[in-house]
């Protein structure tokens, strides 16, 4: 990305539970059932010794399953990211729900853990909130909106772009929230925190003539809303099907034309791959073709002049997302070694994190 090194985010996953941690239960490594899936997912069953759980991904982590209030792991988390060239973690947040696996868990995490781990490391984090998109009470959404940015912001480890502290919407669908509802938002946040840097993810696709895979667009009402500084997209794999090089150049390229014309800024995602086999009945894989799937990402956000890139995920598994070591690449850090090339670094990878933190059926070294 040599015409100007954008901001570098990644997706970071806090949802994780295991029975050993503090969560005292399986959470996500472990998902049941699901619907008409045919692979079992049971992290209490060991298919491998010392310890190869039969977890919810196509993947495997290099340190096992882990609990994501565990400060030591994302200590290493963070020390990995910084080490690719990874500047923020855009930490998906579910507010104060109580419904989650263990009630307020992703609250809780990133309140004990996440912030002042990022404090200590002088990483940058930012809240990524899904709850607009999941929450039915939208006035709920937004007095959690307006209590946590309020009280994390403050930290010095929470990202600010233009002085202003980083708020940022997942999937704003039709039915969920409206231009209207947007504004009430804005104006009631920013009442009680002062201006804040918003980011709402608003990327279609739709058909267009002479392009098989269609053109990915912002809704004109949402390119013409004042106080939305970015527009982003999180994935691809949810709006058209293709990860050809030329395909993703052609319509990111076309997407941030758009947004730049509205005077916005823009936020295209990057993606190593995805299989979601283990927890769809449904699924569509995009292969990660070694390191090349990652490789074409990246050429089509450098070409489109992107102002900001985010990393689909660090760490999202039950997808299988991630870029995260895994024992099933041929070298665990294969996809921050790749991305710390393309950020013009050399990648050193941080000491695991102790025994005592990882899955404790696992034999690997410090």
Not at 35 to 44: I, L, R
Not at 159 to 179: A, D, H, T
Not at 203 to 213: I, Q, S, T, V
Request: aromatic letters at 14%.
């Amino acid at each position: 990305m040599s015409r100007k090194r954008p901001l570098l985010l990644a997706h970071y996953y806090t949802w994780y539970g295991t029975p050993w941690g503090a969560a005292g239960r399986w959470d996500h490594w472990h998902q049941g059932d699901i619907g008409a899936v045919k692979c079992p997912n049971n992290a209490d069953t060991v298919l491998f010794n010392p310890a190869l759980r039969e977890i919810s991904s196509c993947a495997y982590p290099l340190i096992g399953p882990y609990d994501s209030m565990d400060r030591e792991v994302i200590r290493w988390h963070m020390r990995l990211a910084k080490s690719a060239g990874i500047d923020v973690f855009s930490v998906d947040w579910w507010g104060d729900a109580g419904w989650q696996g263990v009630p307020h868990w992703t609250r809780d995490v990133f309140e004990k853990s996440v912030l002042p781990v990022a404090e200590q490391e002088h990483f940058k984090v930012c809240l990524f909130d899904e709850c607009p998109q999941f929450v039915g009470d939208f006035e709920q959404c937004i007095t959690w909106a307006i209590q946590f940015l309020k009280r994390y912001s403050t930290s010095p480890a929470y990202l600010r772009i233009e002085g202003k502290p980083v708020y940022s919407i997942y999937q704003v669908w039709e039915g969920k929230v409206s231009p209207a509802q947007y504004q009430q938002l804005v104006q009631r946040v920013e009442a009680e925190c002062g201006p804040v840097y918003w980011i709402i993810d608003r990327m279609l696709c739709r058909g267009a003539a002479g392009r098989p895979h269609g053109e990915l667009y912002a809704p004109e009402e949402w390119l013409k809303q004042p106080k939305l500084d970015a527009i982003s997209g999180y994935a691809t794999f949810s709006s058209f099907r293709s990860y050809d090089v030329d395909v993703l150049k052609d319509m990111y390229a076309g997407f941030a034309k758009q947004v730049h014309a509205a005077g916005k800024k823009v936020m295209l995602p990057l993606h190593p791959g995805h299989d979601n086999r283990k927890i769809n009945a449904d699924p569509w894989p995009i292969p990660r073709q070694g390191d090349t799937t990652l490789r074409n990402y990246w050429k089509a956000v450098e070409q489109a002049e992107a102002d900001i890139a985010v990393i689909t995920s660090f760490n999202e598994w039950p997808e299988t997302t991630v870029v995260e070591p895994s024992l099933s690449w041929p070298d665990p850090y294969l996809y921050l070694k790749t991305i710390a090339q393309l950020r013009g670094r050399r990648f050193v990878a941080p000491p695991l994190p102790p025994m005592a933190h990882r899955d404790p059926l696992m034999k690997l070294p410090q």
